[in-house]
């Protein structure tokens, strides 16, 4: 019993000395750890354009930009370059959802035909219905995206045509109405909540039932519940003309511009942010003392040490978790990273997506926090 109390108590030793490490950290030795991880990652990824980090370690921030918002140019991103956070978008709605949890708007385990009108017997598998929680921890079953066809998948003649003009296409008179016929049309094939496959679509019909709660538009909903209260006066769901500028060129492996423009996305991936209103979401997140937040981190499926909250994901390791998630469209990828134990964030938003950056960029989230803190539990 001796050798395992001693055993445990090197453990949390162990524990305690990279936490105290990673607070002794100078800004100085913060900014060598992230300079070197970028110039591996340019050296790595010479289609790279620009990329802006954030770190937040132990409430002080650090920003870094490196590259340029317009390839060929000299323009460096700077603390205000707006960037589309694609799928982190979700882990708002996530949030959103578990406010509404809290205010007795919904139950995150209501039957989401509870908020459709109409009768849908489409959407049980056996008996089991979708439930709101499966909206957002992408095991509702339902397609990736709606419309349901060739046209709106990602790899879909990807390198002719960009996923973001295929969907606009597709969905220039795309209703809300026509939203639902879809919705109708989908078969369920397994039982909601077992099966992990990918929805923007779940995410969207969670947005929609977060308005039909409160009555008022999603972002209006976003603005008052979260963006307002965190003073994040630069992050938008709809971009002004003057927003548009200000956000960096987007581009494909092959140095093609991507559409910059205001893309139908909305809960499911729309919000666009810089570097320094997401280490202030960021911060929020990490701290946990908001009922929501907190809620929003709670595992709704787990497979070994992984699991999934409302969006965001977690890996467990002992009394370490790290919890993220990354978002990623035709001509921009990004990441939003919480180690609790060390008290550090990390955001990382780039303006180049590919297969090969986009690994590389996850490999440069990994080394910064392992630098950061040895014993970070590491993305998987």
């Not at 707006?82 to 979700?90: E, H, Q, R």
Request: net charge neutral; proline share 6%; with cysteine.
């Amino acid at each position: 019993m001796l050798a395992r109390r001693c055993v445990a108590y090197l453990v949390l030793l162990g524990s305690f000395a990279a936490s105290v490490r990673a607070q002794g950290l100078s800004a100085a030795a913060v900014q060598t750890t992230v300079d070197q991880a970028a110039h591996d990652f340019f050296r790595a990824t010479p289609e790279a354009v620009g990329v802006s980090v954030g770190v937040l370690l132990n409430g002080k921030t650090y920003v870094y930009n490196y590259g340029t918002v317009v390839k060929g140019t000299v323009a460096p991103p700077g603390e205000h370059t707006l960037y589309p956070i694609a799928s982190i978008t979700k882990t708002f709605t996530g949030t959103l959802l578990a406010q509404a949890a809290i205010e007795g708007k919904l139950s995150l385990t209501d039957d989401i035909r509870k908020y459709l009108d109409g009768t849908y017997p489409n959407l049980e598998f056996e008996g089991h219905p979708i439930r709101i929680c499966d909206l957002v921890d992408h095991r509702s079953g339902l397609p990736f995206y709606l419309p349901d066809n060739a046209q709106t998948q990602p790899d879909y003649n990807g390198n002719v045509v960009p996923w973001t003009t295929r969907v606009l296409e597709q969905t220039a008179h795309y209703t809300r109405a026509d939203f639902y016929a879809d919705l109708h049309k989908v078969k369920l094939s397994a039982v909601p909540g077992t099966v992990a496959s990918y929805s923007n679509a779940g995410a969207k019909l969670a947005g929609y039932i977060l308005e039909r709660v409160y009555g008022v538009p999603y972002a209006v909903l976003l603005e008052r519940k979260i963006l307002g209260q965190l003073h994040m006066a630069e992050t938008t769901l709809t971009p002004s003309r003057l927003q548009v500028q200000e956000t960096a060129t987007g581009y494909d492996e092959k140095g093609r511009t991507m559409p910059n423009y205001p893309v139908p996305l909305g809960a499911d991936g729309g919000i666009r942010s810089n570097v320094v209103d997401m280490l202030k979401y960021a911060g929020w997140q990490l701290a946990a003392t908001d009922a929501a937040v907190k809620l929003s981190h709670e595992p709704y499926a787990t497979s070994g040490n992984y699991s999934a909250g409302l969006n965001w994901q977690m890996m467990t390791d002992g009394e370490r978790q790290v919890i993220w998630q990354s978002g990623n469209i035709p001509g921009y990828a990004s990441y939003c990273v919480l180690e609790p134990r060390s008290n550090v964030a990390l955001v990382v938003l780039s303006n180049e997506s590919s297969p090969a950056s986009g690994h590389q960029l996850f490999l440069m989230v990994n080394r910064i926090l392992s630098s950061l803190d040895p014993q970070a539990v590491p993305l998987p």
